[in-house]
């Protein structure tokens, strides 16, 4: 299913990745059906420069904001500094949601490259996403 992300989140998450680096940022996707309307910065508490954890408290205020405006968490959000925009074998291992939007925000390239994936089989499939 292709997903549509608004201007606003796409340019919210871009510049957490830049605020962030070199460590990677996270954070949650907010919207509804096949648009992300908004993204929902989260803390990383993993102290590695090349991992993520999303902070629970941070994830569970996600869901409630989302669920306060109507809208649900619709995926996960992280950057990868200084490799490409691709899922690393680490994001693969701790991902488990088949439901979930993967977006990773690259910034080893100018503009940043923002790629969608989501989890099915136990693999990676990379999936359209549109700016509006």
Same mark, same amino acid.
């Given at each position: 299913?292709?997903?549509?992300? !608004?201007? #606003? ?5 871009? #510049? ?31 102290? !590695? !420069? ?22 649900? $968490?619709?995926? $996960? ?10 899922? !690393? ?31 099915? #089989? ?11």
């Amino acid at each position: 299913m292709e997903l549509e992300i !608004s201007r #606003a989140a796409f340019d919210a998450i871009v #510049a957490h990745a830049r605020e962030a680096a070199p460590r990677e940022c996270c954070g949650l996707l907010i919207g509804l059906g096949a648009q992300i309307e908004s993204a929902h910065r989260a803390r990383n508490v993993d102290p !590695s !420069s090349t991992r993520f954890l999303i902070d629970p408290h941070d994830h569970f205020a996600a869901i409630r904001a989302a669920r306060a405006g109507g809208r649900e $968490v619709v995926g $996960v959000y992280h950057s990868h500094p200084s490799t490409p925009a691709r899922p !690393s074998a680490t994001d693969l291992t701790e991902a488990s949601d088949a439901e979930c939007a993967y977006v990773i925000i690259s910034l080893a390239v100018d503009p940043p490259e923002v790629r969608l994936f989501r989890l099915e #089989a136990g693999a990676f499939v990379e999936e359209p996403l549109s700016r509006l």
